[in-house]
């Protein structure tokens, strides 16, 4: 799932303005990250709307990143649209975009921080699994990816900084490495951790485009 | 036989080897590493030049120890993961070849969130272990990572490593430095020794891989000036291990800077006596004319110039 945090309300309403200002949530990833449910939504408008700017409108797409779905729903609130100086997007990244692909002569302005690809490991705590690194390792040690869960992306792990189980760059974050460590121990095949893993393709990483 | 550098020739020939640190200044001010390396000319074998170290931004490591051999000192350059990718990396140790450096220590680097400029982006496009086999394939088989042959001169490198005894999985300590050794790391410089009981662990399960004869491994000894630095290397520095008991004698003490430089001593006289440690590495933060009086005083180490 595409983990989303909320941007300072602050910075939102510098730049909303005076409104009048769209609202346009997500079904999915910011549903369940409370950034852009409808409750987050709903939210959103009382507390812009204590500020005195007008909310003209507002929607919870499903999902924000489906480009002809959006244009769909947003056929109903065409005139709600027309009338707003900019549509505030609670979504990831990627639904800020599509929104704006759509409209390209209003304003879209994004109301969350996208953080990473990770797990909802209970409710409202996140963690990240994945840097969507595009070459998999996770076949190499099993079920836990250094890429995305090191800080220094290691595949010849661990640094010599980790102390406790827990990271040097910070003591709440459990070392992955050690993580891999005690699973492979668990396993009977900690001999994988002899074998010195190749410089990685980043070059993956670089796809731009996936078409079936 | 010929060597690649003073370092292996000291190491190989089974002396007792002493490096130590130099920090570069964080500032172009070529005085400020000439007077430091004046002060501890002729006290150590080679000199280490930190390549920006805890992340901080400082005069770079190949300009330091270009300096350095312009005084007629032989220095170990560091190079670290963190701010280069495998192109810049690659090119640096052509560079440091070029200009003469013969040793090179590589690291992953400290994550750049604990220094100065904590919104960077760090590169650790490789990790040290893999930097360290492209070295050793660029040196004994003249091609690059990529698999192309480097047409104009090889470099020549005396190829050395970190080891950290002390840090977790301890089960996974001396494997680890198995898998530099297989690597290509010729010696390694360890972490600062505070904690013996563990030290000695580590060391007796290093001979008894039979390592100690594969790779050069010199001890680090890093003198505690103050409670204060005593402090932060306990609590603060990442891989750090100072024990309660030796945290507690600095800290205690009517005079820590002192008793820093006994503790520094004792440490120096112990290592020298275990056997599989080829050498000591000596790094006094900000205390680095400390250094001249810890080698006589310590006996440990011939000194030519004296």
Sequence with gaps: ?212 | MDFISNLEKVLSEGSFALTAEIGPPKGSDPNKIIKKAEILKGYADAFNITDNQTAVVRMSSIAGCSILLNMGMEPIMQLTCRDRNRIALQSEVLGASALGIRNILFLTGDHQSLGNHPDSKGVFDIDSLQLIQIVKKMRNDGVFQNGEVIPYGKPNIFIGAAANPFADPLGLRVERLSKKIAAGADFIQTQSVYNFDRFIEWIDEVRSNGLDKKVHILAGVTPLKSSKMAYRMKFHVPGVDIPDKAYERIINAKDPKKEGYLLALETLQKLKKIKGIHGVHITALFWEDIIPSLVKESKIHKIPSL
Aim: hydrophobic share 35%.
């Design chain 1, 1 to 212: 799932m595409i983990i989303t945090r909320q941007k300072n309300f602050e910075n939102i309403v510098d730049l909303v303005g005076k409104g009048p200002v769209f609202i346009a949530g997500c079904s999915e990833c910011a549903t369940l990250c409370h950034t852009g449910g409808e409750e987050d939504v709903l939210a959103m408008k009382s507390a812009l709307e204590k500020k005195n700017i007008e909310v003209s409108g507002w929607i919870v797409l499903d999902p924000a990143c489906h480009l002809n779905n959006d244009k769909r729903l947003l056929k109903s609130h065409g005139k709600k649209i027309e009338k707003s100086k900019s549509i505030l997007v609670l979504a990831c990244g990627n639904g800020v975009q599509t929104v704006g692909e759509i409209f390209n002569d209003k304003s879209v302005i994004s109301g969350t921080d996208t953080l990473f690809l990770g797990e909802i490991t209970r409710v409202n705590k996140f963690d990240r699994r994945c840097n969507l690194c595009g070459d998999c390792q996770l076949n190499i040690f099993g079920p836990l990816c250094p890429i995305s869960r090191c800080p220094k992306s290691m595949l010849n792990g661990p640094c010599g900084g980790a102390k406790e189980g827990k990271c040097e760059i910070n003591s709440n974050f459990d070392c992955v490495w050690i993580q891999i460590y005690e699973y492979l121990k668990f396993c009977g095949k900690l001999h994988l951790l002899k074998e010195i893993q190749a410089p990685k393709n980043w070059s993956c990483s670089l796809e731009m485009r996936r078409e079936l």
